[in-house]
T-cell receptor, first 113, second 111 residues
């Protein structure tokens, strides 16, 4: 069966520090991968999506970047965090060409102080 | 205007009540409709998935799509305290396409 792993679960980082959040998927090949951010009391904002290795699309210009060095690995990064980067970050995957929705990871709660 | 509108609530109901959650959308080309449930501090989990118009039932949950009105609903019968969560609607234009999410409705079921 397919599983998605996302870590860390919580993170407190100072302003100006770098960020690296990792997501891996098991049990499937060539998944579509997504990074979302969810601010308190708000919906899901799509940040990046990827249909293959090194194929990344950015939805919103921001202080963040994403990379997909391996088929089932998706990394969200920042060189210098801003206070506004605080939020709940979710990784998700879907079947390429499939229509069964997304499967989400358990999320990372990032607080920038 | 947002593509998908959903009342954020919060919605509070007594245990055993029938709950109705709704979303409206503006793009008539949406064909795939989903409902996700998100418990506090957890990732969303897929609850219901429907294609085009009609109803789909799964246990205490019924998803309804009215494409003519651009309106989707999720009904929860005999609601339980364990149903307390945020419910997000989502939709896409095509199979495997990007999902557009509603803001989510926070539901609290009181014992």
């Amino acid at each position: 069966s397919q599983t998605i792993h996302q870590w860390p679960a919580t993170l407190v980082q100072p302003v100006g520090s770098p960020l690296s959040l990792e997501c891996t998927v098991e049990g499937t090949s060539n998944p579509n991968l997504y990074w979302y951010r969810q601010a308190a009391g708000r919906g899901l904002q799509l940040l990046f999506y990827s249909i293959g290795i090194d194929q990344i699309s950015s939805e919103v210009p921001q202080n963040l970047s994403a990379s997909r060095p391996q088929d089932r690995q998706f990394i969200l990064s920042s060189k210098k965090l801003l206070l506004s980067d605080s939020g709940f970050y979710l990784c998700a995957w879907s079947v390429w060409g499939g229509g069964y929705g997304y499967t989400f990871g358990s999320g990372t709660r990032l607080t920038v102080v | 205007q947002k593509e998908v509108e959903q009342d954020p609530g919060p919605l509070s109901v007594p245990e055993g009540a029938i709950v109705s959650l709704n979303c409206t959308y503006s793009n008539s080309a949406f064909q795939y409709f989903m409902w996700y449930r998100q418990y506090s501090r957890k990732g969303p989990e897929l609850l219901m998935y429907t294609y085009s118009s009609g109803n789909k039932e799964d246990g205490r949950f019924t998803a309804q799509v009215d494409k003519s009105s651009k309106y989707i609903s999720l009904f929860i019968r005999d609601s339980q305290p364990s149903d307390s969560a945020t419910y997000l609607c989502a939709m896409s234009l095509n199979q495997g396409g990007k999902l557009i999410f509603g803001q989510g409705t926070e539901l609290s079921v009181k014992p």
